[in-house]
């Protein structure tokens, strides 16, 4: 989708613009605005993209010299060691060698803990979210309760976090659940297997929004961005959950699991994806703010 800035529909989700600045051209997926290609007051030309607005890196200009890459910012350090540690969890009460070597109640807290600490970083990334500027190049907002309650819709950043958010709350309920050993079957099925497939959808409408917003098409179109091998990535690792929420599912015949080898592959693979798109997130911070425009 392409449209100018006079686009019906389009023109409340442009950032406001310094006087002189003009938008040449607009783009992104399901009527969302995820890139705009700007004209300053002298002439040059910048691209904006949502996600490089929402992660502090700046307008990006085809004319600058190559920069050196600057220091990551202390949010994307934070989400990298709280997404690392949720999916470090994830992979070791996966591993075979762990779960059957030790009790089955700490396998369970394994998981338990690493869902909060998917949790702790989906707020701060939803926190991300919600206070990034409403104007191309001011500074972000401070993060006050009327800032939480901002409903920003025409976001599609602000979908992916919020969406993902409630996948890491719900695979909380499962996980504290799969701690409590006194579950009859059916029990177990509500409240661990329930909440683990609609934590799963979750994760994978989230991370198709996150992709979506960074691919700029329906097939696979990487802008050498390392916020794209982060999309890609996690949307992989969400494929991968997905797959083991499927396979997790009660069978009515034995009341266990269908297939738990694929569980335990889809999770760990999973949670390797998720663990690789937390190591590069600093790398993102550092690296894509290179050829950026600084806020004024």
């Not at 023109?11 to 607009?26: E, H, K, M, Y």
């Given at each position: 989708m392409q449209a100018g800035a006079?686009?019906?529909?389009?023109?409340?989700?442009?950032?406001?613009?310094?006087?002189?600045?003009?938008?040449?051209?607009?783009?992104?997926?399901?009527?969302f605005i995820t890139h705009m290609d700007l004209i300053a007051p002298d002439g040059t030309e910048y691209a904006w993209t949502s996600r490089r607005h929402r992660k502090r890196l700046g307008l990006v200009t085809a004319t600058a010299p190559g920069q050196r890459a600057q220091r990551a910012s202390p949010t994307s350090w934070w989400l990298a060691a709280f997404f690392g540690a949720g999916s470090i969890c994830f992979a070791l009460g996966s591993v075979p060698l762990f779960f059957n070597g030790v009790d089955s109640s700490v396998v369970a807290w394994t998981f338990f803990v690493g869902s909060v600490f998917f949790t702790t970083a989906g707020w701060i990334q939803f926190q991300e979210t919600v206070t990034a500027s409403d104007a191309v190049l001011a500074a972000p907002h401070r993060l006050r309760l009327r800032r939480i309650l901002h409903l920003r819709p025409r976001g599609i950043d602000w979908w992916a976090a919020l969406i993902q958010?409630?996948?890491?709350?719900?695979?909380?309920?499962?996980?504290?659940?799969?701690?409590?050993?006194?579950?009859?079957?059916?029990?177990?099925?509500?409240?661990?297997?329930?909440?683990?497939?609609?934590?799963?959808?979750?994760?994978?409408?989230?991370?198709?929004?996150?992709?979506?917003?960074?691919?700029?098409?329906?097939?696979?179109?990487?802008?050498?961005?390392?916020?794209?091998?982060?999309?890609?990535?996690?949307?992989?690792?969400?494929?991968?959950?997905?797959?083991?929420?499927?396979?997790?599912?009660?069978?009515?015949?034995?009341?266990q699991p269908a297939n738990i080898t694929l569980v335990n592959l889809g999770t760990f693979l999973g949670a390797a994806c998720f663990l690789l798109g937390a190591v590069l997130l600093p790398v993102e911070s550092a690296k894509d703010s290179a050829s950026a425009l600084s806020r004024r």
């Open positions: 006079g686009s019906s529909g389009l023109s409340a989700q442009i950032p406001d613009l310094p006087a002189g600045w003009q938008v040449v051209r607009t783009s992104g997926p399901l009527g958010l409630a996948g890491t709350i719900a695979f909380n309920v499962s996980t504290f659940a799969a701690t409590r050993n006194e579950l009859a079957p059916p029990q177990e099925k509500h409240l661990i297997w329930t909440p683990d497939v609609v934590g799963s959808i979750c994760f994978l409408i989230a991370s198709w929004l996150a992709y979506a917003e960074v691919n700029r098409g329906i097939l696979p179109r990487s802008d050498r961005s390392v916020g794209w091998r982060i999309g890609a990535v996690n949307l992989l690792g969400s494929i991968a959950f997905g797959a083991a929420a499927v396979a997790a599912r009660y069978l009515p015949t034995s009341g």
